[in-house]
């Protein structure tokens, strides 16, 4: 993917993705909720790194770190996130239209495993969610983000 993207291009595509499921963790701060959701992240992105058929999806999951930095507020956890969340998705639909959906999803799916890892903060959390799927659409293209 190297051949299709820059290195800050990639940096933008991962730091969407990884913001998504701070995103979620920060939505409802608990602290040792946040102990289950940081291991349930990693977990859903070792999978992804070894077994997505996305070329996009691997190199993301192979990188390291947030892009956001310890002391980040949950506001901008936010608004990083959504910004590179919108950036991407126009970056995919630019330079590799076939790995748009797949972006979606594995953002969608991360996103979700996070909410799901630790009881309580379920409205708090779906709004974190409502946000990451509406910046997900809002890169121009006609994917449906409907749940399944």
């Not at 349930?40 to 990188?63: D, N, P, T, W, Y």
């Not at 956890?77 to 076939?98: C, F, H, M, N, Q």
Request: charged residues 20%; hydrophobic residues 45%; negative net charge.
């Amino acid at each position: 993917m190297s051949d299709i993207f820059s290195e800050s291009e990639i940096e933008t595509l991962h730091k969407g993705a990884m913001g998504a499921g701070l995103l979620v963790s920060v939505s409802d701060r608990g602290f040792f909720d946040s102990f289950k959701e940081a291991g349930v992240l990693a977990k859903h992105v070792a999978v992804a790194r070894g077994s997505s058929e996305s070329a996009v999806v691997k190199q993301i999951a192979g990188g390291r770190g947030t892009g956001f930095g310890v002391t980040s507020s949950p506001a901008e956890i936010e608004s990083g996130t959504l910004d590179a969340l919108r950036s991407s998705v126009a970056l995919l639909e630019a330079k590799a239209p076939d790995e748009v959906e797949a972006y979606r999803s594995f953002v969608r799916d991360l996103a979700r495993s996070v909410a799901a890892a630790a009881p309580g903060g379920d409205e708090a959390e779906a709004g974190a969610i409502a946000k990451i799927e509406a910046a997900l659409t809002s890169g121009g293209g006609s994917g449906n983000l409907a749940a399944p």
